[in-house]
Structures are given as structure tokens and as C-alpha cells.
């Protein structure tokens, strides 16, 4: 069964900090997408970055990097230099070909706090 | 390019009352789907449109909730005779289906909160 698992509930950095989110997912499918959204206060779930399951490349996009790996079955996303505004709730979902309206299967979450 | 807006933001009702939320997505989104989220959890798949059609729905959705997309524009989600349990964020998200679907980003409203007294 397809599920994804973000075992860190919370996590409490200092401003500068670098912190890494991980995310272990399932899947019987050969096809599939992972995402991260960020959830700040506000509500509203901001995409931050989709993976399809045949590229390995790790991705870095200013602060932030992600790193794939399929042996493991990872999605971790790391943050450098964390900012007082990273604070919020990131989910990692994924999606399947296979799985009709491919909707999104969440994680529970990990809340991140940084301070100053 | 405005964003998915949803309708109200905040819900109040009494145990048995019907209520109703809106959901506008981002345009010529051809998919919307209803998401909800309890505290602690992420979302969960409720059900999903393609253009005016409801596709699916999950086993989450009772038979007293009822999605409707008229005209593959604005979605509503009614749930009827609400129940203490069905406080939580109801959220909405839209993609433009293409090719793979699977692939497809889902932009998401800041969703409603529902509050069941």
C-alpha cells in the first residue's frame, strides 16, 4: 500500500541553522512523484518542488536542496541557513500513475520552529 | 494569476445544520480536488473532478457529503447533518491534468476551517 512517513513530528532550530526534514515513502508502483509543500499559519499548502521517480539528481534551489534516493526509499529536504519565515508545517506527499485521480497521500508532517 | 480561493474561511455551526463551502480554481484548471485536514495530520483525499465530472470519491466521503463542479468552474462541498467529527480544514486544490497525470502540480486554497459545536 502506498503510504509516506515523516517520523519527525517536531523539530526547533536557531536562525542560521541548517535542518533536514526526512521523508520515507512506499509505493509498489514504478511510476510515481514525490512532492514537498510548506503549510505556514496562514493555511494555505505552497508547492516547493515535485520528483519523478526516475531522476536521482539531487536538486538544489537557494537555501533549500533535496536529496532522492530510491535503495532507501527517501525524499529528504534539507534547509540551509534557516530564516525566522521557514517556520511552518512541510508535508511530503507522493502521487502514483496507477492510482486513479492520482490524488496525494501526505505525510503527517513535520513542524519546523526557528528562532532568533 | 490569482490562486485557488475558497469560501469562507471559517465555518461555525451547530451539530445537524447543512453547510456549504466554495471553492474557485485557479483558471482553465481542468481538475479540483477536495482535501481535509484534522490537527496533526496531513490532508486527505476526499473526492476529484475533471472538468464537470466527479471521478471519484473516497471511502472518507459519507453520504452526507455531496461535491458538485456545474459548468467545470467553482466546486461546492455540502455536508449535511454535521457531525462533531467533521470539524477540521476542508481544502480545495486545482491542477491542469495533462499527459501524465500523476505528474501534476496541485496548487491548494488556504482552505476552510469547520467548526462543529
Known amino acids: 500500500a502506498q503510504k509516506v512517513t515523516q517520523a519527525q513530528t517536531e523539530i526547533s532550530v536557531v536562525e542560521k541553522e541548517d535542518v533536514t526534514l526526512d521523508c520515507v515513502y512506499e509505493?509498489?508502483?514504478?511510476?510515481?512523484?514525490l512532492f514537498w509543500y510548506k503549510q505556514p499559519p496562514s493555511g494555505e499548502l505552497v508547492f516547493l518542488i515535485r520528483?519523478?521517480?526516475?531522476?536521482?539528481q539531487n536538486e538544489i534551489s537557494g537555501r533549500y536542496s533535496w536529496n532522492f534516493q530510491k535503495s532507501t526509499s527517501s525524499f529528504n529536504f534539507t534547509i540551509t541557513a534557516s530564516q525566522v519565515v521557514d517556520s511552518a508545517v512541510y508535508f511530503c506527499?507522493?502521487?502514483?500513475?496507477?492510482?486513479?485521480?492520482?490524488?496525494?497521500?501526505f505525510g503527517k508532517g513535520t513542524t519546523l520552529s526557528v528562532s532568533s | 494569476d490569482t490562486g485557488v480561493s475558497q469560501n469562507p474561511r471559517h465555518k461555525i455551526t451547530k451539530r445537524g445544520q447543512n453547510v456549504t463551502f466554495r471553492c474557485d480554481p485557479i483558471?482553465?484548471?481542468?481538475?479540483l480536488y477536495w482535501y481535509r485536514q484534522t490537527l496533526g495530520q496531513g490532508p486527505e483525499f476526499l473526492t476529484y473532478?475533471?472538468?464537470?465530472?466527479?471521478?471519484?470519491k473516497s471511502r472518507l466521503l459519507s453520504d452526507r457529503f455531496s461535491a458538485e463542479r456545474p459548468k467545470g468552474s467553482f466546486s461546492t462541498l455540502e455536508i449535511q447533518r454535521t457531525e462533531q467529527g467533521d470539524s477540521a480544514m476542508y481544502l480545495c486544490?486545482?491542477?491542469?491534468?495533462?499527459?501524465?497525470?500523476?505528474?501534476?502540480?496541485?496548487?491548494f486554497g488556504a482552505g476552510t476551517r469547520l467548526s462543529v459545536l
Open positions: 520528483r519523478n521517480s526516475f531522476d536521482e
Open positions: 473532478f475533471q472538468n464537470e465530472a466527479q471521478l471519484e
Open positions: 506527499a507522493l502521487s502514483e500513475e496507477r492510482q486513479a485521480g492520482t490524488a496525494l497521500i
Open positions: 509505493t509498489r508502483d514504478t511510476t510515481y512523484y
Open positions: 483558471s482553465e484548471h481542468n481538475r
Open positions: 486544490a486545482s491542477s491542469l491534468a495533462r499527459g501524465g497525470l500523476a505528474k501534476n502540480i496541485q496548487y
